[in-house]
């Protein structure tokens, strides 16, 4: 019915409807028309004619360019000041923005949408001078903070760009603990990049715009850059999340947000903070920390062109002779070399090799082209050639006294040195004089013995990881690249590398070397192990490889210092990887260390044991033992029993998988080195193993049996509360979950029969493992939880394309004539989801119907995954014979009547799957699907199934006749008196209408409590169209415990 209006009121709301249409052609002119109107009439009638006139738009739902117009053209008027009527205009506003309030709160969103909108535009458009009362103010402040909740995202979004104008406001600092407190949480991309525009620059916001660099949508991220771009200076941020910013933004995945990243490290830090200095940038980054992010700044500035390679500096500026240079290291016929700061290394580093790289490049492009193409590209690969050559120095020696002056400085500028080392790669030594000066100067280096200092104790505590030269791997990756380089004759770097090692062994051979002595020895072999590519190279030289081995490294490895144990222990396992066929003591040395060393050895022994198996292989590695050992695994054991970890003998008499897998029942494997979590041995086993299961095509002599059992241990691990902060191994499960599945048929039947296993380990009460307090009950459920959904998704990933069977053109599986075949089950259901749901059936029947409390919750969960499981259409024998478990499975789980919906819902979706439903799966055919799983269970107790007894007529009194096909009924099992079976089956309850639902509740109150405790769910295939209602109060099993 149409709403009827005054007529002096409906004429003023066509005046103002007309000004409103009329506003995009000359809004200026309309502005002052409508503020004539307000003036010449009464502020009461006005204001009731202007917001029923704008009523139409709070009902329009689609964001209209004419309805926008309208909206921004009121926004405007009512920002807009009359001077000459300023009362009458304070008035107005007031009134309006009371009714914009009111409209916050209504019940439409398209309402609620509009009036946040319009309160948004009018506090973002308002001058900061405008005299509104406080009071209304806070009215305003508090009603959008409501609508910050809202439900809608649009309506979020126009609340959050009406609060921005006061985050920065100190008196309203809710508002910003608000927005901070909102943004983590919010769901909708849109409303995250409003909040994050709406955030002022603070130490407190700097963090939050900080993390959503790592935002699922590709938006929110460039927004963050954005944000941070514009609003904080370079100077405002720590080192630490400028390194992050720009580690996270020039690895995005997004090309868009690498875009904005750059445009944030060019414009901002580098054009505005650094005056286009790239030195000056890395200055900013603390290159001496964080050398891999000055490193990908420095690759992208040169990419995009934005450092002026003819202007920038040269290592030659470092070695003029300027008197008065106070810092450097003088030489006695030279003069003083001042010292190069880390910034400027770096920088000249990768200026050095980005020069080559492109000079090479050109060349190679040269060689392919002719004519006049390859004559530009030969020009411009001189010219990045001749501008290498003016910043290297001019000679070796140069070169070498510059690196001289870094090492003579001290361990401060142990850095720029290696910066230096890098560069070497670069330089000529065909010459024999340079190539001899460079000689003399590597071997000064294989020489420097480890960097140490003394404790308050009084002993020698080594500099470094202790087991590379010169204390770090970088450091000795530098020198073994020069070394290469210098001696780049096939054999002449092993000749003298062993000629260094056979004079640093002559104390340790006469036992007068201390354990300094010992790791500068092992960690000069280690870099010559990792170097040479074989022992052919060795032989005839100062120092024999059998030599090396028995009176070094087996020495080494029982040192009473645990330092020259792991770098012996490291060596042993380098050594054996050179080894053609591996030697018995070098194996039995390994495990007795990984058995009975202290964990960070172990830890050291372990990866040496797992990369000789993953190089060798497990059966070569046992071969070497030359003994016969035992397997679990071989014997295709279930379940693994563990170790005796005190019978040394006991240990060393089994394979080597049994024995790296025994390590995960050693608590104190489990414990990280110092601030190294790859130290924990059992990240290492874990590491491992999954290359193991990964590749487990390359290992067959890797039991198969054995595939579930590591899997379900790499899962538990995963889950695991002690490997939460494991970052690194967190994040190779997490690739190796990833592709595990897809890979291979094989892998998705190793999922299969790993899941119950890792259910029943983690689930507390099962399996004998140990509860606790109620919170922690609760969290192992989860994770437990957690881990089934996580195997589901795991079994449910698509196959790569090389791994799906290609279909035969001459059998159509999905004919009438295969569907109606029952033993028309392909072999391979077993990897599947089918083979799975058969599992979880029988482990839910393997349990008494007296359950315990975890054994019920165990219960419930696996039979949530159960009905997530999907079965595929030919596979006709799996899908009776899990027909014919679902009525035992839903007795089971009678107490939750969620699962029994589902599982009846699973029930008839089977039956819609099953081609011949009123033939059932013969006991033989059962019986062999079963042993094919590997699963035992009694078919036999499923045969009452199909029994069905007479329904009970309805009473006289129902109003309309009732079908007649009614639920059957299952015999009441043997532990019932048999008066209690007669009248149980006597009762059957009917599917009624609402006009006899009374009557079948005054029934089931009185014969409840009989029902509830002996009456078992039962799954009828023919009663398709029974009401939801059936499943009352009789029907169902009360009784939850």
């Not at 071969?623 to 397997?631: D, E, G, I, P, R």
Request: proline share 4%.
């Amino acid at each position: 019915m149409a709403v009827e209006f005054p007529e002096e009121e409906k004429l003023l709301m066509q005046k103002v409807a007309k000004i409103f249409d009329e506003a995009r052609a000359s809004r200026i002119r309309k502005l002052k028309e409508l503020s004539a109107l307000r003036s010449s009439t009464s502020l009461a009638q006005f204001f009731a004619a202007f917001t029923k006139t704008l009523t139409p738009v709070f009902t329009s739902q689609r964001r209209t360019a004419s309805v926008e117009r309208i909206v921004q053209f009121v926004v405007i008027f009512v920002c807009t000041r009359d001077p000459n009527n300023s009362e009458d205009y304070d008035a107005f506003f007031e009134q309006f923005l009371r009714f914009l309030i009111t409209g916050t709160t209504a019940a439409s969103r398209t309402s609620r949408f509009r009036a946040c909108q319009i309160i948004s535009e009018i506090i973002m458009r308002l001058p900061d001078d405008a005299e509104v009362s406080d009071d209304l103010w806070d009215e305003v402040i508090d009603c959008v903070k409501v609508r910050v909740g809202d439900k809608v995202p649009v309506v979020r979004t126009f609340s959050v760009r009406a609060l921005s104008r006061f985050a920065n406001d100190a008196e309203n600092s809710d508002i910003l603990e608000l927005l901070l407190e909102t943004l983590p949480s919010e769901q909708n991309p849109d409303v995250r990049k409003t909040i994050l525009l709406s955030l002022p620059p603070s130490n407190a916001t700097s963090t939050a715009i900080i993390n959503c660099t790592l935002d699922v949508s590709e938006a929110v991220r460039k927004t963050a850059y954005f944000v941070l771009a514009s609003k904080f200076p370079l100077q405002s941020l720590s080192i630490k999340q400028r390194t992050i910013i720009l580690k996270r933004g020039l690895a995005d995945r997004s090309a868009a947000v690498t875009k904005e990243c750059l445009k944030l490290m060019k414009d901002e830090w580098l054009m505005k903070s650094c005056d286009g200095d790239p030195i000056e940038l890395l200055k900013y980054l603390d290159v001496e920390t964080y050398e891999s992010i000055g490193v990908s700044v420095m690759e992208a500035l040169l990419k995009a062109g934005l450092v002026k390679l003819h202007g920038g500096q040269s290592i030659k500026e470092f070695l003029s002779s300027d008197s008065n240079t106070t810092e450097g290291y003088c030489n006695s016929h030279r003069s003083c070399t001042q010292l190069v700061d880390a910034e400027v290394a770096l920088y000249l580093r990768t200026l050095c090799k980005h020069l080559q790289t492109e000079a090479q490049a050109k060349g190679s492009d040269a060689a392919m082209t002719s004519g006049t193409e390859a004559a530009v590209y030969a020009s411009e690969a001189s010219d990045s050639n001749e501008l290498l050559e003016k910043i290297l120095p001019e000679s070796v020696s140069e070169y070498i006294e510059l690196i001289k002056a870094h090492i003579v400085a001290g361990q401060t500028n142990r850095f720029v040195a290696r910066q230096l080392l890098l560069l070497g790669s670069m330089l000529d030594f065909s010459d024999a004089t340079n190539r001899k000066v460079a000689a003399v100067f590597v071997l000064d280096l294989l020489n420097c013995p480890l960097q140490h200092e003394i404790d308050d104790d009084g002993n020698k505590v080594v500099i470094g990881d202790g087991i590379s030269l010169g204390g770090e791997p970088d450091w000795a990756d530098a020198v073994s690249g020069l070394a290469k380089r210098v001696h780049a004759t096939p054999g002449e770097f092993e000749e003298v590398v062993l000629g260094v090692v056979a004079e640093l062994a002559r104390p340790c051979r006469e036992r007068t070397a201390d354990f300094l002595d010992w790791m500068h020895c092992l960690s000069v072999i280690g870099l010559l192990l990792e170097n040479t590519k074989s022992f052919r190279w060795m032989h005839g030289k100062a120092i024999e490889p059998a030599e090396l081995l028995h009176s070094l490294l087996l020495p080494g490895a029982k040192h009473i210092h645990l330092d020259v144990q792991r770098a012996a222990i490291r060596c042993l396992g380098l050594f054996g990887i050179l080894e053609r066929n591996l030697t018995e003591v070098l194996i039995k040395q390994l495990r007795l260390s990984f058995v009975k060393g202290p964990s960070l050895v172990s830890s050291m022994a372990s990866k040496a044991l797992m990369d000789l198996a993953t190089w060798h292989g497990p059966q070569e590695v046992d071969k070497a033992m030359n003994q016969s050992l035992s397997s679990q695994f071989q014997d295709h054991a279930k379940t693994i029993h563990p170790v005796d970890w005190s019978d040394t003998n006991e240990d060393l008499n089994i394979e080597l998988i049994d024995l790296l897998y025994a390590g995960f029942d050693r608590n104190d494997f489990s414990k990280p080195g110092d601030a190294d979590e790859s130290e924990s041995v059992h990240a290492v086993l874990a590491e491992g193993f999954a290359k193991f299961l990964l590749l487990s095509e390359n290992y067959p002599s890797i039991s198969v049996s054995s595939h579930p059992i590591l899997l379900a241990k790499l899962i538990n691990l995963y889950f695991s509360r002690k490997t939460a902060e494991w970052q690194r191994l967190k994040q190779c499960l997490s690739v190796f979950f990833e592709h595990y599945p897809s890979l291979s048929v094989n892998h998705k039947k190793c999922i299969c029969k790993a899941f119950l296993p890792v259910m029943r380990s983690m689930w507390p009460g099962i399996d004998g493992s140990t509860g606790g307090s109620n919170v922690t009950l609760s969290n192992r459920r989860k994770h437990a939880i957690q881990a089934s959904r996580f195997m589901l998704q795991m079994l449910q990933a698509p196959l790569y394309p090389k791994e799906i069977d290609q279909p035969d053109e001459n059998v159509n599986k999905n004919s009438p004539e295969q569907l109606h075949d029952p033993t028309n089950s392909s072999n391979n259901f077993d990897f599947g989801e089918e083979g799975l749901a058969i599992c979880i059936a029988s482990e839910v029947l393997s349990f008494q119907k007296k359950k315990t409390a975890a054994e019920r919750s165990y219960v419930s969960a696996i039979s949530k995954i159960l009905v997530l499981l999907r079965f595929r259409p030919p596979e006709q024998g799996a899908i009776k014979l899990m027909r014919r478990l679902m009525n035992r499975v839903a007795e089971s789980v009678s107490a939750d009547k969620e699962i029994v919906k589902e599982v009846k819902r699973m029930a008839e979706h089977l039956k819609a799957l099953d081609g011949s439903p009123d033939e059932p799966l013969p006991a033989e055919q059962a019986n062999l699907l079963l042993e094919k799983l590997d699963v035992e269970l009694n078919i036999d107790d499923d045969e009452s199934s199909s029994l069905e007894v007479e329904p009970t007529p309805l009473p006289p009194k129902a109003s309309r006749p009732v079908r007649g096909r009614r639920r059957a009924r299952q015999e009441v099992e043997s532990s019932c008196s048999s008066d209690e079976d007669e009248t149980l089956q006597q009762i059957v309850v009917p599917t009624t209408n609402p006009s006899v639902r009374s009557q079948r509740a005054s029934k089931s109150a009185a014969l409840s409590k009989l029902a509830s405790s002996n009456k078992p769910v039962k799954i009828n295939d023919d009663d398709e169209d029974e009401d939801e209602d059936e499943e009352s109060e009789v029907t169902s099993e009360d009784d939850s415990d």
